[in-house]
């Protein structure tokens, strides 16, 4: 299911993006905003992070609740929201 969100993102890049939790190597959970460029192997994709304003590496076992989001819904630049932000936000 991830892998065919991300393959639509990719094929309609000018009409979708994606927006995910992200487990970095530390271990911290941000959401992000992201728009898919392509696969890199089996196990990561490269992609423009709009929170950012660059193009990052994304290990798919680490992208959690991953959804298929209308670019016209996005504007850059997106936050990024830390999870203890998220929690306090709950």
Same mark, same amino acid.
């Given at each position: 299911?991830?892998?065919?969100?991300?393959?639509?993102?990719?094929?309609?890049?000018?009409?979708?993006?994606?927006?995910?939790?992200?487990?970095?190597?530390?271990?911290?959970?941000?959401?992000?905003?992201?728009? +898919?460029?392509? *696969?890199?192997? #089996?196990?990561?994709?490269?992609?423009?992070?709009?929170?950012? /304003? &660059? +193009?990052?590496? *994304?290990?798919? #076992?680490?992208?959690?609740?991953?959804?298929?989001?209308?670019? /016209? &819904?996005?504007?850059?630049?997106?936050?990024?929201?830390?999870?203890?932000?998220?929690?306090?936000?709950?």
């Amino acid at each position: 299911m991830m892998n065919r969100i991300l393959r639509q993102a990719m094929q309609d890049c000018d009409n979708y993006v994606i927006e995910m939790d992200y487990d970095d190597a530390k271990g911290n959970r941000t959401h992000r905003v992201v728009s +898919p460029i392509r *696969f890199m192997g #089996s196990y990561r994709f490269l992609g423009l992070c709009l929170c950012r /304003e &660059q +193009p990052r590496q *994304f290990q798919l #076992s680490r992208c959690k609740n991953i959804r298929l989001v209308r670019a /016209e &819904q996005v504007s850059m630049p997106m936050p990024i929201i830390e999870s203890s932000a998220m929690a306090a936000a709950v």
